[in-house]
């Protein structure tokens, strides 16, 4: 069957309206959300309980204990921040190198079919629940943890930062490799052909000239997966310990700010309390430096558009 030209031009314009509509509702939910983290942040820091605004918001910068669930409440940010990023870096320190050696052998060196075999394994780690990683955290990565270092006397508590952020790393490594294979195959071949030309091997090449040639794209997915590890709630829920405190120890028990926000929600506290409404000052926290390190990536992303 074949349309009129005044059908078709009706079918394009209902598809365009219809995309401008989803487009909008994406855009209206998404200032929902920030609208909704925004007020009931508010409301917490012009709290009575808190001090009131701006004493609350002085406390939340310059004290070093979170336990606004305490009866002597301590509204300082910064322990859950420290969880956070401790967990994170780690998370890096696995995924990072991992991630370039992975990207390495499916752009450089892998066959189209072995590429087309490996990947969909590398993609089905994404689709494991993440409630799995935790007890995977805890139940096998630390006792062997704890096997491995007890010889050198060096004792690992049974909720630590090191065992969610090794296996939150193995967690986003398919999707650190998939966007730095991206960046690689983005680079031009041209490129390549020269490196070869002058007797450099496909290592040399992949680490010299491909790797520099797309910095910008392998650090905006390190800065997206950064902000992914940040911002992984089930995994340190269940392996980091709930316990907030400023350490530079792995081995301790540590409280993230997405661990926090679970432990609350989950609990009994009223609607509206004091402590209840630390979640969104906690969460619009979680939601400033996702937005910025997201933003540089985005930033850095762009840069390679161009090339």
Do not use: C
Request: net charge neutral; charged share 10%.
């Amino acid at each position: 069957m074949t349309l009129s030209i005044g059908v078709k031009k009706s079918i394009d314009i209902a598809l365009y309206l219809f995309l401008m509509l989803m487009g909008a509702v994406s855009i209206f939910i998404t200032f929902a959300i920030v609208w909704v983290l925004l007020v009931d942040t508010v409301r917490f820091f012009t709290h009575p309980e808190g001090g009131g605004f701006p004493t609350s918001l002085i406390r939340f910068f310059t004290e070093t204990q979170w336990t606004p669930t305490f009866y002597y409440k301590q509204i300082g940010i910064w322990p859950l921040v420290n969880g956070t990023f401790i967990i994170a870096f780690i998370s890096m320190l696995i995924s990072i190198p991992l991630g370039i050696v992975v990207a390495i052998y499916l752009s450089e060196y892998a066959s189209w079919k072995v590429r087309e075999t490996v990947k969909p394994w590398l993609d089905f780690l994404e689709a494991v629940p993440t409630v799995v990683y935790g007890y995977f955290a805890l139940l096998f990565v630390t006792p062997i943890l704890s096997k491995l270092l007890a010889p050198f006397g060096i004792y690992v508590e049974g909720m630590n930062a090191l065992s969610p952020g090794i296996v939150i790393g193995i967690m986003i490594l398919p999707y650190t490799a998939s966007m730095i294979e991206d960046a690689f195959k983005g680079v031009p071949q041209y490129l390549r052909e020269a490196s070869y030309s002058l007797g450099a091997s496909k290592l040399r090449t992949a680490l010299f000239v491909v790797l520099p040639a797309a910095k910008s794209g392998v650090l905006s997915a390190y800065l997206l997966g950064f902000s992914r590890a940040i911002g992984e709630t089930m995994v340190v829920a269940v392996a980091a310990g709930m316990y907030p405190q400023i350490t530079a120890n792995p081995l301790e028990p540590v409280q993230t700010i997405t661990g926090y926000i679970v432990q609350v929600a989950l609990g009994d506290l009223p609607f509206g309390s004091f402590e209840y409404l630390s979640i969104f000052a906690a969460g619009f926290m979680l939601f400033g430096i996702t937005l910025i390190l997201n933003s540089i990536a985005v930033y850095l992303k762009s840069k390679t558009v161009g090339y």
